[in-house]
């Protein structure tokens, strides 16, 4: 049998080895001076003001929260498609969580069900305090709708941009926290660009961006201006003045993410160049392909397939299996998140979202990496062929 083709691969150089072992045979391991540059190359790619490295998107989801002061009886929002951490960032806090259906073609978080949903909202008193669209597959969502709605209720916007480093909306990077307070990016190694595990918050508010700062490590700060007056006699080189956590990056992560965003576009186009072949390749077949809306350049992590069912005589879970079965390692992005046990038990019940249910009844994620070949990219489509068209 020939070697299985993953849904998704990080892309390792020989550059990307030897930043990391100059930083092993350096005096640092962690809060040296990797962090900080990584961050600024960060900044410096999203035209944007500030960024805390973290050790995961999930450890900068929960302080992106709490430094938006989201707390017991606050309310967030995001959607069902999207991996679990978007919304147990809430819940970290006390929050309470809440779901706005897809929109049918971007499955990205509808404009129009998240307006209705806030007009509801307002006349109930229980408005959300912060909302978190999520950039799904890489594709921006429609940040200046969502901006003007946050004017109106008056929510603060975390983007889970996970998917999406190197995209761009309206011709800008995303990240550059234009529409939003707070955005954050993960370096997981099947996204984009990976430090092993790894997240960044970044922001244009000095204020927000200090405090996160304070929370990745141990709430503690060494700022005299932040510390406060103690006798003059006694030692204090720092000071712990908020519950924070040890949520930092090491310099061996930030020193490989400093080496893999030289070639961020690099694979970003490559990216779409497999995605655009996935287009022909599959357009003729009982599928639908990513619709790509013109606002936006996707960062394009994931190429999700959706299967038109009425028209292929098999389950999507006969498919996925025997697609799995030859070698192809696809995946489903995502389960409605209200749908797992954790969620049910809050009270979330099968058909609360019905765009997000039915997409999750057709989806599947087929492998889209930039060191994937021609000759496997055909791999893939030949055994998808075989699985949904009928001899
Ligand atoms: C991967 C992912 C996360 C979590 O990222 P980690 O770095 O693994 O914590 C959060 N949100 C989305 C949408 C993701 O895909």
């Given at each position: 049998?020939t070697?299985?083709?993953p849904?998704?691969?990080q892309?390792?150089?020989?550059?990307?080895?030897?930043?990391?072992?100059?930083?092993?045979r350096?005096?640092?391991?962690?809060?040296g001076p990797?962090?900080?540059?990584?961050?600024?190359?960060i900044v410096?790619?999203?035209?944007?003001?500030?960024?805390?490295?973290?050790?995961?998107?999930?450890?900068?989801?929960?302080i992106?929260?709490l430094?938006?002061g989201?707390?017991?009886?606050?309310?967030?929002?995001?959607?069902?498609?999207?991996?679990?951490?978007?919304?147990?960032?809430?819940?970290?806090?006390?929050?309470?969580?809440?779901?706005?259906?897809i929109?049918?073609?971007?499955?990205?978080?509808s404009?129009?069900?998240?307006a209705?949903?806030l007009?509801h909202?307002?006349?109930?008193?229980?408005l959300?305090?912060?909302?978190i669209?999520?950039?799904?597959?890489?594709q921006?969502?429609d940040?200046?709708?969502?901006?003007?709605?946050?004017q109106?209720?008056?929510f603060?916007i975390?983007e889970?941009?996970?998917?999406?480093?190197?995209?761009?909306?309206?011709?800008?990077p995303?990240?550059?926290?234009?529409y939003?307070d707070?955005?954050?990016?993960?370096?997981?190694?099947v996204?984009i660009?990976?430090?092993?595990?790894?997240?960044?918050?970044?922001?244009n508010?000095?204020?927000?961006?200090?405090?996160?700062h304070?929370?990745r490590s141990?709430?503690?700060?060494?700022t005299?201006?932040?510390m406060?007056?103690r006798p003059a006699?006694?030692?204090w080189?720092?000071?712990q003045?908020?519950l924070?956590?040890?949520?930092?990056?090491?310099?061996?992560?930030?020193?490989?993410?400093?080496?893999?965003?030289?070639?961020?576009?690099?694979?970003v186009?490559?990216r779409h160049a497999i995605a655009?072949?996935?287009?022909e390749?599959?357009a003729?077949?009982?599928?639908?392909?990513p619709w790509?809306?013109t606002?936006?350049?996707?960062?394009?992590?994931?190429?999700?397939?959706?299967?038109k069912?009425?028209?292929?005589?098999?389950t999507?879970?006969?498919?996925?299996?025997?697609?799995?079965?030859?070698?192809?390692?696809?995946n489903?992005?995502?389960?409605?998140?209200?749908?797992?046990?954790?969620?049910?038990e809050?009270?979330?019940?099968?058909?609360y979202?019905?765009?997000?249910?039915?997409?999750?009844?057709?989806?599947?994620?087929?492998p889209l990496?930039?060191?994937l070949?021609?000759a496997?990219?055909?791999?893939?489509v030949?055994?998808i062929?075989?699985e949904i068209?009928?001899?």
């Amino acid at each position: 049998m020939t070697t299985m083709i993953p849904y998704g691969r990080q892309n390792i150089s020989e550059a990307d080895i030897q930043a990391v072992v100059d930083v092993l045979r350096s005096d640092y391991l962690t809060q040296g001076p990797a962090v900080p540059a990584f961050e600024q190359s960060i900044v410096d790619y999203c035209s944007v003001q500030h960024a805390v490295a973290v050790n995961s998107a999930t450890s900068a989801l929960h302080i992106a929260c709490l430094a938006l002061g989201v707390g017991k009886g606050d309310i967030v929002w995001t959607t069902p498609i999207t991996f679990v951490a978007s919304a147990n960032c809430a819940l970290y806090c006390g929050a309470q969580i809440d779901f706005v259906d897809i929109d049918p073609h971007t499955y990205n978080m509808s404009v129009e069900r998240l307006a209705e949903k806030l007009a509801h909202a307002e006349a109930i008193c229980k408005l959300p305090k912060v909302v978190i669209p999520v950039h799904l597959c890489g594709q921006a969502c429609d940040m200046a709708s969502i901006y003007k709605l946050s004017q109106h209720y008056g929510f603060k916007i975390i983007e889970d941009a996970s998917h999406a480093i190197g995209g761009k909306y309206l011709d800008e990077p995303i990240g550059n926290c234009c529409y939003s307070d707070i955005t954050i990016f993960s370096f997981h190694p099947v996204k984009i660009i990976t430090t092993g595990e790894g997240g960044i918050a970044v922001t244009n508010n000095h204020l927000l961006a200090k405090h996160m700062h304070l929370l990745r490590s141990h709430g503690i700060s060494n700022t005299i201006t932040d510390m406060q007056p103690r006798p003059a006699q006694e030692i204090w080189n720092y000071q712990q003045i908020a519950l924070g956590f040890n949520y930092r990056m090491t310099d061996m992560q930030a020193a490989l993410g400093v080496s893999q965003i030289r070639r961020l576009d690099e694979f970003v186009a490559k990216r779409h160049a497999i995605a655009k072949r996935y287009d022909e390749l599959l357009a003729d077949m009982p599928i639908f392909t990513p619709w790509q809306h013109t606002d936006s350049y996707s960062g394009y992590h994931l190429y999700v397939i959706r299967l038109k069912l009425d028209e292929i005589n098999k389950t999507q879970r006969q498919v996925y299996e025997a697609i799995i079965a030859a070698g192809i390692l696809v995946n489903l992005h995502y389960i409605p998140v209200y749908r797992q046990p954790y969620f049910e038990e809050m009270g979330f019940k099968l058909g609360y979202c019905l765009q997000a249910e039915q997409y999750y009844s057709e989806a599947i994620s087929i492998p889209l990496y930039p060191n994937l070949t021609e000759a496997q990219q055909e791999q893939v489509v030949t055994v998808i062929q075989k699985e949904i068209c009928n001899e």
